[in-house]
């Protein structure tokens, strides 16, 4: 017994079987044809996603192309929901800096270090191995304390300058 194919429009339905063999069209009867009638003047999908909307696309992928399509639109629409939905979004905001510490602290680093025209950054894999290679402590010679005793102490694993010496060395 032949399996149901998916018509190749991307709509997802299952095609019927040939009813002819037909050279011209690529069917053999009794096999499954590549598209329900009328579907061949469907443009492809264009996305992996169930396609509802025109041009063979889903909401999601749809409103992707809009968006690009229409920047201006898009920037006010965003500018108006975000301003709407306020509450939510710091909400949301406060919840990953709470989840995601050391991506949070690693933020604020390059932020204060850009502010400060320092020069060099890590990502947080990076940050991970220098904290690794220096034993979690502080790479300031006068302080010399651990990552914990800086966490309650409120500071931070090493100050900027002591990045310099660590980049240049």
């Given at each position: 017994?032949?399996?149901?194919?998916?018509?190749?429009?991307?709509?997802?339905?299952p095609?019927?079987?040939?009813?002819?063999?037909?050279?011209?069209?690529?069917?053999?009867?009794?096999?499954?044809?590549?598209f329900?009638?009328?579907?061949?003047r469907?443009?492809?999908?264009?996305?992996?996603?169930?396609?509802?909307?025109?041009?063979?696309?889903?909401?999601?992928?749809?409103?992707?192309e809009?968006?690009?399509?229409?920047?201006?639109?898009?920037?006010?629409?965003?500018?108006?929901?975000?301003?709407?939905?306020?509450?939510a979004?710091?909400?949301y905001?406060?919840?990953?800096?709470?989840?995601n510490?050391?991506?949070?602290?690693?933020?604020?680093?390059?932020?204060?270090?850009?502010k400060?025209?320092?020069?060099?950054s890590?990502?947080?894999?990076?940050?991970e191995?220098?904290?690794r290679?220096?034993?979690?402590?502080?790479?300031?010679?006068?302080?010399?304390?651990?990552?914990?005793?800086?966490?309650?102490?409120?500071?931070?694993?090493?100050?900027?300058?002591?990045f310099r010496s660590?980049k240049?060395?």
């Amino acid at each position: 017994m032949n399996e149901p194919k998916l018509c190749e429009c991307g709509c997802g339905r299952p095609t019927p079987l040939a009813t002819h063999t037909s050279k011209k069209h690529g069917r053999v009867k009794g096999q499954p044809t590549s598209f329900i009638h009328g579907h061949h003047r469907l443009p492809p999908s264009r996305c992996e996603h169930e396609p509802k909307y025109g041009l063979g696309l889903c909401r999601a992928c749809y409103k992707r192309e809009w968006d690009k399509a229409n920047p201006d639109k898009a920037a006010t629409h965003w500018r108006k929901h975000k301003a709407a939905h306020a509450g939510a979004y710091n909400a949301y905001g406060r919840e990953w800096s709470k989840a995601n510490l050391d991506k949070r602290r690693v933020s604020n680093h390059r932020r204060k270090a850009r502010k400060k025209n320092a020069g060099g950054s890590w990502t947080a894999a990076q940050w991970e191995t220098l904290k690794r290679q220096y034993g979690y402590r502080c790479v300031n010679p006068a302080c010399w304390k651990t990552e914990k005793e800086l966490k309650v102490l409120g500071g931070v694993l090493a100050p900027t300058t002591s990045f310099r010496s660590i980049k240049a060395g």
